[in-house]
Structures are given as C-alpha cells and as structure tokens.
C-alpha cells in the first residue's frame, strides 16, 4: 500500500500543457459569463482558479516543481465547483464527474481517494436546499460510481507500471537488479562522483563449477543455488553495510546466469575490501541442501577497488571481470582484487575444500 500511495500515472508535458491551456479558457470564458450574467461569486471563483492555473502552467514550462500550485489550482476548482452546485444546483453537480475522477490521474493516490471523495460529499451537501432528495441520492450514487470505476483504472494502471518496472529493472529469478538498470546506475554514479575524489569497490562473482551443478541437480537445482546465492550475500551485504560503506549504499546485481557483482561506493581502501572479500566466502561456506543432497556453493571473487576519475562503466567493469577470471585461474574459492588498474595482488580464499 505504500507504494501505492507514492503512485501518479506519468502524463507527457504536452498533455499537462495542453490541460492547463483548455482550463484557462474554460475558466475565463465561465468566469466573465458569471460576473456579467448569473452569479458574481462563481465569476470570482473561476478567475481565482484561473490565477493559479496560469502560475502552474508557467512553472509547467519553466520545469519547476509544480506540485504546490497545481495543489492550489485543483483545490480553487474544488471550491468553485462547490459555489456552482450551490447556486445552480444540477448545472454545477455535473461537473462533479469529470473533477473527481480526473484527481487520480493528477494527485497521488491517497490525496486523490480524499480530494475526490471530498469533492462530491460537499457538491452533494451544496444541492440538497435546491433539488429533490431522491434525483441528489441517484446522483451522489451515480458520482460515486464513477468515482470507484476511475480509481479502480488507476489502482490497475500503477500494478502494470509497477510490473513493467520489474521486468526492466529486475532479474527474474533473485529479484536483484538486472545488469540494465546496474549500468544505469553505475554509469550515472561514475558521472556524478568524477572529478570529487571518491573511490568505489566492484565485487564480481562467478559461481565455481556450475555447470556441474546444473548436470547433477538439474537447471532447478541450479536456480536454487542461485537464489541462496543471492539470499546468503545479500544478508551479508546488510551486515556490513554501515561498517564496510562509510555513507554509501551497496548495489547487489546478478549480471548474468551464474555472474554477480556488488558495487560498494565510499569504500576506504583495497585491504578492506580484502576482509570483506574473505566475509563473503564464511557466509558461503555452509553447505546446502538441494532436494536432501549437500552441495557446496563456493565463488571466485575479483574485486576493483579504484578511485574515480573519468572512467566509464564499461571500463570499470572489465578490470573487475579480469580479477575475477585471474582468481578463477588460480583455483577454487579464491579472490583477486586489483587497486587502480597497477596494484594488483592474489589473496587466497579463507576455506579450501
């Protein structure tokens, strides 16, 4: 439900333009035709409205934050359409359709779900002295259900957005980030940091003998793998969070098939990264069942610990590759870590089998 309540279908700037564009000429066209013909506070009301429209179109256009005046602007159109289902009773209740509705696709979801119901409860009130009761109920119920029927779109529109997002960002299997959206990040962290001094380890595992353990278990015994894989070193990324990362977040990715990598930004130096690296082998030192059969996980571990200075994420990640296949080379659960592309030096695993 909290992301839910973070939800706001995206509208591209032209809609949002053109939106505001259509409003501001709905509103002054209503509010002049109110002032010099039927009520002069619905006029008020409509060029009040129109005000802060303009002020969110301009901040629209200007790529400013506009959630404070597109705030004010949708709450000034609540009242006006209160004053009108008031004053003109029917004429002002229908527009109770449109307005509450459409706050699911400019609010986020639980302001929206408020403002709406808000919206029709005190239209609902303003029509009682002027119409019958029963023709009000049939058109609170009629308003309700339309109420419903919007928020239920919305509610189905942010589960696929939310689907679509994982399918992007996520691996299917872990639920870890993909190697996409790792990149993605990796490549905007290295644009940010250039130039500041910071310094960032790239963990790059690969699984010892896989394909042995997909020819005797199966590919399901070798998703299971995988998937304690990922369980037992994302617990101990957690555990090591605030003492390896000095203000930084650990970003865990499966790459691809059995190849994982771990970016750790704010790191000190590579002899930390050699304890950290020797953690990781205790935590996949437990043996594991795999339908009443003990396997081993062990890793080959290639660390880079660097400071960034202009490198892309390509090149990052091939040095980080390059230790891991030299600590593959010198046997089963071993790590390598290489510091800025020059100081490279093997360290042997902590278990041997």
Same mark, same amino acid.
């Given at each position: 439900?909290?992301?839910?309540?973070?939800?706001?279908?995206?509208?591209?700037?032209?809609?949002?333009?053109?939106?505001?564009?259509?409003?501001?000429?709905?509103? %002054?066209?209503?509010?002049?035709?109110?002032?010099?013909?039927?009520?002069?506070?619905?006029?008020?009301?409509?060029?009040?409205?129109?005000?802060?429209?303009?002020?969110? %179109?301009?901040?629209?256009?200007?790529?400013?934050?506009?959630?404070?005046?597109?705030?004010?602007?949708?709450?000034?159109?609540?009242?006006?359409?209160?004053?009108?289902?008031?004053?003109?009773?029917?004429?002002?209740?229908?527009?109770?359709?449109?307005?509450?509705?459409?706050?699911?696709?400019?609010?986020?979801?639980?302001?929206?779900?408020?403002?709406?119901?808000?919206?029709?409860?005190?239209?609902?009130?303003?029509?009682?002295?002027?119409?019958?009761?029963?023709?009000?109920?049939?058109?609170? =119920?009629?308003?309700?259900?339309?109420?419903?029927? *919007?928020?239920?779109?919305?509610?189905?529109?942010?589960?696929?957005?939310?689907?679509?997002?994982?399918?992007?960002?996520?691996?299917?299997?872990?639920?870890?980030?993909?190697?996409?959206?790792?990149?993605?990040?990796?490549?905007?962290?290295?644009?940010?940091?250039?130039?500041?001094?910071?310094?960032?380890?790239?963990?790059?595992?690969?699984?010892?003998?896989?394909?042995?353990?997909?020819? *005797?278990?199966?590919?399901?015994?070798?998703?299971?793998?995988?998937?304690?894989?990922?369980?037992?070193?994302?617990?101990?990324?957690?555990?090591?969070?605030?003492?390896?990362?000095?203000?930084?977040?650990?970003?865990?990715?499966?790459?691809?098939?059995?190849?994982?990598?771990?970016?750790?930004?704010?790191?000190?130096?590579?002899?930390?990264?050699?304890?950290?690296?020797?953690?990781?082998?205790?935590?996949?030192?437990?043996?594991?069942?795999?339908?009443?059969? =003990?396997?081993?996980?062990?890793?080959?571990?290639?660390?880079?610990?660097?400071?960034?200075?202009?490198?892309?994420?390509?090149?990052?990640?091939?040095?980080?590759?390059?230790? =891991?296949?030299?600590?593959?080379?010198?046997?089963?659960?071993?790590?390598?870590?290489?510091?800025?592309?020059?100081?490279?030096?093997?360290?042997?695993?902590?278990?041997?089998?």
């Amino acid at each position: 439900m909290k992301d839910l309540d973070a939800f706001k279908p995206w509208l591209p700037p032209v809609v949002a333009i053109s939106v505001h564009i259509i409003s501001i000429f709905v509103l %002054l066209f209503f509010g002049v035709f109110h002032i010099l013909f039927e009520s002069f506070w619905i006029g008020v009301a409509c060029f009040v409205t129109l005000m802060f429209a303009v002020f969110s %179109l301009i901040s629209l256009l200007n790529q400013e934050n506009t959630g404070s005046l597109q705030l004010c602007f949708v709450s000034c159109a609540a009242i006006t359409l209160v004053i009108a289902s008031y004053v003109l009773g029917v004429r002002g209740l229908i527009y109770c359709f449109p307005l509450s509705g459409a706050a699911f696709f400019i609010m986020r979801f639980r302001p929206a779900v408020i403002y709406g119901g808000s919206i029709i409860l005190a239209c609902t009130i303003a029509v009682l002295h002027s119409m019958e009761f029963v023709l009000v109920v049939r058109f609170f =119920m009629a308003m309700a259900m339309s109420f419903i029927f *919007s928020g239920t779109l919305a509610y189905h529109l942010f589960k696929q957005k939310k689907q679509l997002e994982q399918e992007a960002n996520e691996d299917y299997l872990t639920g870890l980030m993909n190697r996409r959206s790792f990149y993605t990040w990796l490549e905007g962290f290295l644009e940010e940091s250039s130039g500041y001094k910071k310094r960032l380890t790239l963990f790059y595992f690969d699984i010892d003998q896989f394909k042995s353990i997909n020819d *005797s278990f199966g590919h399901a015994g070798g998703d299971l793998v995988l998937k304690e894989f990922a369980r037992r070193i994302g617990n101990e990324v957690e555990a090591l969070r605030q003492e390896y990362c000095t203000g930084g977040e650990m970003f865990f990715c499966r790459l691809s098939g059995d190849e994982f990598v771990l970016a750790c930004p704010s790191t000190s130096n590579s002899e930390l990264a050699a304890i950290v690296a020797k953690r990781f082998h205790e935590a996949l030192a437990a043996p594991f069942s795999i339908g009443g059969r =003990m396997a081993l996980i062990r890793a080959s571990i290639g660390a880079h610990h660097f400071v960034i200075e202009n490198q892309s994420a390509a090149e990052v990640m091939q040095v980080a590759d390059s230790a =891991m296949y030299k600590a593959k080379k010198s046997g089963e659960q071993q790590f390598y870590i290489s510091e800025d592309q020059n100081d490279d030096f093997l360290r042997d695993g902590v278990f041997s089998y």
